[in-house]
């Protein structure tokens, strides 16, 4: 099974960016869609951003504007460029492909 390991997290001011990059330890050209999902402790996990073949690319409200997702299919990779960070971001935030398979997940803190 094609594992998910996400990378790029850290602490970050209000305003600033972060990239996060969630690596797959094999190809990624069969998966149909793959997202990006944040969970706060006791919550349940949000969809920041999801990139499909068969329906594009959506985005949670909290984040539309600000965030990007891409897909980089030759590097089995997928990225979500974040900017105008606010503290309302700070979750952990989660790779995941088809709705079946999850990464660890990557800390993000957005905080002065």
């Known amino acids: 099974q094609v594992k998910l390991v996400e990378s790029g997290g850290g602490l970050v001011q209000p305003g600033g960016s972060l990239r996060l990059t969630c690596s797959a330890s094999?190809?990624?050209?069969?998966?149909?869609?793959l997202g990006w999902y944040r969970q706060v402790p006791g919550k349940m996990h949000e969809v920041v951003a999801v990139i499909s073949s068969v329906r594009g690319t959506t985005y949670g409200s909290s984040v539309r504007g600000r965030f990007t997702i891409s897909r980089d299919n030759a590097n089995n990779a997928v990225y979500l460029q974040m900017d105008r960070l606010k503290p309302e971001d700070t979750a952990v935030y989660y790779c995941?492909?088809?709705?079946?398979?999850w990464g660890q997940g990557t800390q993000v803190t957005v905080s002065s």
């Open positions: 094999d190809t990624i050209d069969n998966f149909v869609s």
């Open positions: 995941n492909a088809d709705m079946k398979i």
